[in-house]
């Protein structure tokens, strides 16, 4: 497509569900950012793929957050047993070269129970 | 550590002109990038500085200043459709973005 595609674009879990939230990236772009948004604020860096590579996971809250992007393209976030805490919009972004403009899929927003 | 301020809230009149300021500390720098965000929208890009001084792009404008970890984004004629949400972000490094909390604009009439 055009553009970065998220889905569900909404989605409400009851504390304890597992979620998975997916991203399509624009065509031909190898590198792919997750980021999470809580209300009224900046994203905060989750992880980042180059390809499938999974280069720096340094901002996933904990254990349950898991991501991949197992043929370089498509890419899936995870979070296992959410919490309250987890309610935010998760953001995915791509971009054609590491150090390139991000371009941000519009989000899903995750409202945990 | 990593950490970029701005300010939460501004507000502007209609064909006035605002100004947005980021000051930042990160270990390194790699460009500094403005986006826009209407609520519950996708960031959109807006402007990016490497090098020291303005970069100009129609209604908007974005300076930086690495030696004093400084940058503004400048809004001139603003409409109604630019509130929104600024954000400012940081690459330190060769490493993902980095960004500040964002700054909130209402255009009143």
């Known amino acids: 497509g055009a553009g970065v595609s998220q889905s569900p674009r909404y989605k409400v879990a009851k504390r304890g569900q597992d979620v998975a939230l997916r991203c399509d990236p624009i065509s031909g772009h190898v590198s792919l950012f997750w980021y999470q948004q809580a209300l009224g604020q900046g994203p905060e860096f989750l992880t980042y793929?180059?390809?499938?590579?999974?280069?720096?996971k340094s901002g996933l809250p904990s254990d349950r957050f898991f991501a991949e992007r197992p043929e370089g393209s498509v890419s899936t976030l995870k979070i296992q047993r959410t919490q309250q805490e987890d309610s935010a919009v998760y953001l995915c972004?791509?971009?054609?070269?590491?150090?390139?403009?991000?371009?941000f899929g519009e989000g899903s927003r995750l409202t945990v129970l | 550590g990593q950490n970029i301020d701005q300010p939460t809230e501004m507000t502007a009149t209609e064909g006035a002109i605002v100004q947005i300021n980021c000051t930042y500390q990160t270990s390194g720098f790699n460009g500094l990038f403005w986006y826009q965000q209407h609520a519950g929208e996708a960031p959109t890009f807006l402007s990016y500085n490497v090098l020291d001084g303005l970069e100009e792009k129609g209604r908007f404008s974005s300076f930086l200043s690495r030696s004093k970890g400084y940058s503004y984004l400048l809004l001139k004629e603003l409409q109604m459709k630019d509130s929104a949400s600024y954000l400012c972000?940081?690459?330190?490094?060769?490493?993902?973005?980095?960004f500040g909390k964002g700054t909130r604009l209402s255009v009143i009439a």
């Open positions: 972000a940081v690459r330190p490094a060769h490493t993902p973005l980095v």
């Open positions: 793929f180059q390809n499938e590579a999974q280069l720096d």
């Open positions: 972004a791509s971009t054609s070269g590491a150090d390139g403009e991000l371009f």
